[in-house]
């Protein structure tokens, strides 16, 4: 399965490469060979702590790169009266008889503690495509399920205000 990425998620993850290697990977590798100074290896702890840094580093690298490549750009428009990325989403959630405001993102922003509900999630899947006023079901998994109503869908946030998750 490929993740699905805006254009604006993946200039994202290519200024983070650059900033990576440029910026971070240079640092890393001084700190080595400043740690590497120090003396016996064996039992330089600050040696092993810049070497797991740089290879972190290293790896978050390759991590991104290889998400561009795999990555199915997906685009940011939605029609005015359906759920899109990037769209906040009024839900009303009848087992609990609450309302929530979510906005819906792609895999590489879900933060669901901030409100940023994927497109990969139940609720993501359920709600992207709909129309404001439609009811659907939940699909947790095979046992469990629950219905929604879309009360409202508002405008795209500014691509700013969400930002991609570092891991």
């Not at 790896?59 to 940011?76: D, F, Q």
């Not at 792609?106 to 992207?128: C, H, Q, Y």
């Amino acid at each position: 399965m490929y993740d699905e990425l805006t254009r604006q998620d993946i200039e994202k993850m290519r200024e983070e490469i650059e900033y990576r290697k440029l910026v971070v990977r240079k640092e890393a590798l001084e700190a080595v060979k400043e740690a590497r100074a120090h003396g016996d290896l064996s039992e330089n702890f600050e040696y092993h702590a810049a070497k797991k840094d740089k290879n972190q580093n290293e790896s978050r690298i390759r991590y991104l790169e290889k998400m561009i490549k795999t990555a199915k750009v997906v685009s940011m428009e939605s029609k005015e009266d359906e759920v899109g990325i990037n769209n906040t989403v009024e839900v009303y959630f009848e087992e609990e008889d609450e309302t929530e405001v979510f906005t819906i993102v792609t895999t590489v922003r879900g933060n669901s503690l901030k409100g940023l509900i994927s497109t990969e999630s139940p609720i993501g899947k359920a709600v992207f495509g709909r129309k404001a006023g439609e009811r659907v079901e939940v699909k947790v998994n095979e046992n469990y399920s629950y219905y929604i109503q879309i009360k409202s869908i508002g405008k795209q946030v500014n691509d700013e205000e969400i930002g991609i998750r570092k891991f």
